[in-house]
Every structure is written in C-alpha cells, then in structure tokens.
C-alpha cells in the first residue's frame, strides 16, 4: 500500500480528529483516499506514532516517507503526488494557510465549548481519565461547566462565522467554483462536531450550514458515511 | 479624466477611511490611481454623492458608470479594465471576499477601539459633532473611555492578527508572492489607523509589521504619500 494514514479513533473506531478530517479531505482531493491504508489511533495509543519521533496524530507514512502534522501533509500530498488536482489551486498556499490558521484559532475553541463534553461518550474507556484530566486543565473548567455555556460559545460561532458566511453565500467554496484546502482547513472542525456530538452548531438557514451539505457530498459523499450525528 | 474617485477626506484634506483605501490600492494594483480624479468628501459633505442614491463613501464614477461600495468597485475594476493584472488572480473572488469580511468583523472593531479617539483631531471643524455623536452611539460609550481601554484592544488586536502572521511569516503576501485584493482589505485597516493615530498597533517584530511594510512599498510607495503618523 503506497500510503499509510494514522488517524485519531474512538471507542468504535469513529474518526473526528480535525487535523485528520483535513488530511482525509485532501487525500480524496488528490484521489488517494480509498486506497489509502488506515492505522486507527486512540488517545491512549500514542506508542504507535513513535516512529514519527513525535506523538500527535495525523501521520502519514508515503514510501516510507513520515509526515506529522496536517499542514505538512498536505503540502507533502500536493508536490509528491502531481498538481492536479492541486489542494491551493484557485487560493494559493499563503491564503490556505490563513484559513487553517483561522480555524484553529478562532473556530476550534468555540467548537470545543459547545460538544467538548460530548466526547468522553465516544471514546475507548481507557481514554476517558487522559480526555477529561487533560481537556480541564486546557480549558480551565470542568467539562460540565463547559457544556452549560455552549449556548453563549454557539452565538458567538455564529459572529466568528460571519467573514465564511459571506464568502460561500453565493453558492461556492472558500476556494471558488470547486473546493480546495482551503474548505477542508473549515471543514474539517464540523467533522470534528459531527462525530462527537448531537449539539446542533447551526442554523437551518445559515449559508454555512449550505456549504456544509455541500461539503458532505464531496467525493461521493465520503464524508457522510463516518459515523456521526445527524447535525 | 476617465475615473473619478470620491473618498473620505479629513479637515486637512488627508484620506483616512479603511474602505477608500482598499479602492486606491486596487486602482494602483490596476495601473489606474494616478490618472484618477480623486473628489474628497468630509463627513459634512455626503450631499456630494447624492448622485448615487446613497450617502456613503467610496465611490467611483468610471466613464459614467456609477458604483459606490468597495467590494463592487473591485469588481467593476476587474471586469471592465482587462483581467491583467488581476485583483484576484491567486486567492479568487470567494477568498477575496472572505479576507474583506474578516477585516471588518475581526479588525475593524478592534482597531476602531485603539484609535477612535484620535480622530477628532484630523477631522474638518464642521465633522466633529456628526463625528462624537454617531461613534459613541455605535460603540455605547464615549470616545475618552475607548481610548482609556486601548491597550486591552491591541492585546486582542494581536490575537485576531495570529492567521494573517501565519500566512505573511514566510515573507509574502496574502495572495502569495505578490499582493491582492485579499492583502489590500486588511491593509486598508491600518492606513486607517495611520492616518488618525499615532498609537503604536503593531510590535516591530511582528511579522504582520513587516508585511505591513512590504505594503507600504507597494506601487512606487505611493501608501506612504499619505499624510500619517508614522507608525
């Protein structure tokens, strides 16, 4: 198997790790996906990515060659595995960079807030006493607490929202007419959302929420068959 | 003359306003701001666009078409004086639009509460009660007590800037190694900025900084032209 994908799993095996979702997005982009060789990782097996001389998920192992880290994987999948169909095509790799940057910045944090107390009821048990003792020293809460606030996190996602909501309200992607790294960097932390938690993040009505669907049915709707919420 | 652009203007004639100066960076990038015919307008004095059925500024007349709004006016720009150089060749349209969006709901607020108070100062006489009246009903305070806040403002101002530092880092643009429409929507907010205050937004260090004077190089450096503090 030309590649082998390390992706962060579940109790059930379920993928929502963000970085993973952008990696995933961007091997079907550069049709690898489904031949791709998938090695499930749970929090509590990091002794699997020792090889990579670091410990976070994804990793891709391409001939032998290792790369961590979404963003480098991405740039890795673009040059090694022809331009076309290019990932930074119609934005340019400067501007796919904002917008994973942008994501994990200010949409990440507003995610977690709403369905980060979901997540221990998708986890492998032997992660729960890891998730929980790591995520409150993160956020500085309790996971309960967190989970009653979500309300005030989702309104103010809907504002973060606003600059994604203005491009894609035209019917397109970040990335124009056909989507691009740049929508899989967004896309990616409703990926996330999905897989962990009912909590609905948006609207019926909002443009985003159009672009999601959209999203859901790329690469014949590959993405919506992980199992996930119906949100 | 074939263009004439009407902008904002201050009491000492000085062009300040974020979204004019997205107009004069796309008719430079465009080869057409100097031979443009450039009409200020002081808030006082919005019956000098009564002819395009609204009261705000920019606003271009192009060989007797009339189009007021930033956004259209680029795209006008685009459309009608030849694709090359394009404002939106790397990025696209939709992550053009994207870029403008997050100025004016991430930066905009953020820098209006660094600044705002200065303003009065370069304002003509006649603008100053409009000016105070209208700013602190928009921001449910008084000017003194913004720029009493100011330096909570530029700490959050550093925060929301984390995207752009990650894409400019490595030493170009946000349309990659030349500058865009993309680039020119955030450069906007701080020729704002410097043209009303001498309040110091950026650390020397940033690399935003320094994207911000590969801008101000841009065009023969025609930004720094511009009456401003220098900041």
Redesign the interface.
Known sequence: MAITFYDLAGGDGRRFSPFGWRVRMALAHKGLEAGASVERVTFSQKHKLAFSGQELVPVIVDEGTVVADSWEIALHLDRVHGREPSLFA??????A??????T???LHPLIARCVVSDIPAVLDPADLEYFRRSREARFGTTLEAMAEGRNTARAELK?AL???????E?G?????SGPGY?DYAAFGAFMWARGVSGFRLLDDDDPVHAWRERMLDLHDAMPRTEPGFLV
């Open positions: 119609t934005t340019g790799v400067a501007a960079r904002f917008f994973a940057a942008w994990d910045s200010q504002r606003y600059p994604l909501r203005k491009s894609v035209a397109g992607f970040l990335a124009g740049a």
